[in-house]
């Protein structure tokens, strides 16, 4: 793998991306059998809604605190305990025989994944330089990707075969806490600033008053939102307006993930070699923002867009080109002594996108339609790229 090699953390990073991996697909391994109707006799949509808002409001409302707390006592720590407490979460899930609990362990599960983020992206930022920085950045989105995609994929594809709901969440825990012990053999102390004399309310408000951290706000968290709208609102899309056959969709999404798997490997590249972080996060921004507007806008004419496909791909291959350059740049602005701070304080920015994006969507698509949902997905797009405008390009040390 590109740009590992530059580090003195090289076995540290292959653990981390290597457990990621393990953790994300034991974490949506769970969900998708929450969401299942053979969980507990078939938990009510309100129960099932209220495990997925809990969850990520837990996450969002800690996730700084463990930034912060892992600036003070190192990352290690706190990693291995996120997953000890996702895989606790599964287990729990696992062996209540009552869904009045499950909010509760929907906390644990949000302290997990809060613990496990900002203690992730610190790591590969200590280990980092500005000549691979972007490239790290982008192998961790992957890691995170192939642990989504094929957690909950796996999960779905075993209760259509019959496995036991509570057989999967075990396997689910079992997984977890093999990549905590992986985690304690595997992964080396990265922070070289550790402060215990520091407070947490210290680190977090040096974060906050930075000018080039609040100008991110305005083009972080629309693209995020984006996000957002776009994975809560796609099934509805396909399922309603899409005339595709299963075979189709297979072919369009299997296209669209291997463009976007190239693409952050080859934009991260091209970011460390050129020196530059903003020109590929508008790119990435453009990218990503077009497709989704075309998937968008010919949902209802989908044979319009797909006798022209080349373009999709194409588009996924642009859109790899944001996640890299996005992360490679906020850690080219943090001080290493508060850099988990500055990874929480992202984490406030991708939950609040996470909120924003799906409420957004549920308004402008019941309120107008797919037109409604475009000109929704316009305007994140229109108002990330004008704030790409005002970030300074962050000063690395190679050009001083």
Known sequence: MMGLRQSEHKWTLIALYFVTILMRASFYVTIAVIQSSGYLGGLTDWEVAGVMIVYPVTELA?????????????RRPIFIASLV?????????????????????????????????TTSLS??????????????????????????????????????????????????????????????????????????????????????SDRRIQLMIPVYVPIISLYGLVITKAETIIEEHFALTATDMLVLFGMLGAALF??????????????KRRPFIVLGLVGFGVLAFLLVAYAGDFAALWSIWPVLPLLGFVAGAFPPAAMAYLTDVSDPESRGSTMGVYSIFFGSGMIIGPALGAFAYSGYGLPGLGVAVALLILVAVVGTYFMPEAHLPVEE
């Open 85 to 117: 407490m996702t895989a606790t979460a599964a287990l729990c899930f696992s062996l209540t025989p009552t869904s009045s609990i499950i909010y509760v362990f929907a906390v644990i599960f949000g302290l997990g994944a809060a613990a496990q983020v």
């Open 62 to 74: 800690t996730v700084s605190f463990f930034g912060s707390y892992s600036d003070k006592i190192g």
């Open 262 to 275: 190239a693409g952050i490997i080859t934009m991260g590249h091209l970011s460390d070699r050129l020196m």
């Open 123 to 208: 790591i590969i930022a200590d280990s980092s330089s500005e000549f691979n920085r972007a490239r790290l950045m982008g192998y961790y989105d992957l890691s995170t990707l192939m642990g989504l995609a094929g957690g909950y994929g796996l999960g779905v594809i075993l209760l259509e075969f019959g496995v036991l709901p509570v057989s999967i969440l075990l396997a689910a825990s079992l997984t977890c806490f093999f990549a905590a012990g992986l985690s304690v053999i595997g992964i080396k102390e990265t922070s070289v600033t550790i402060r215990h004399d520091y407070r947490i309310t210290e680190l977090l408000r040096k974060v906050a």
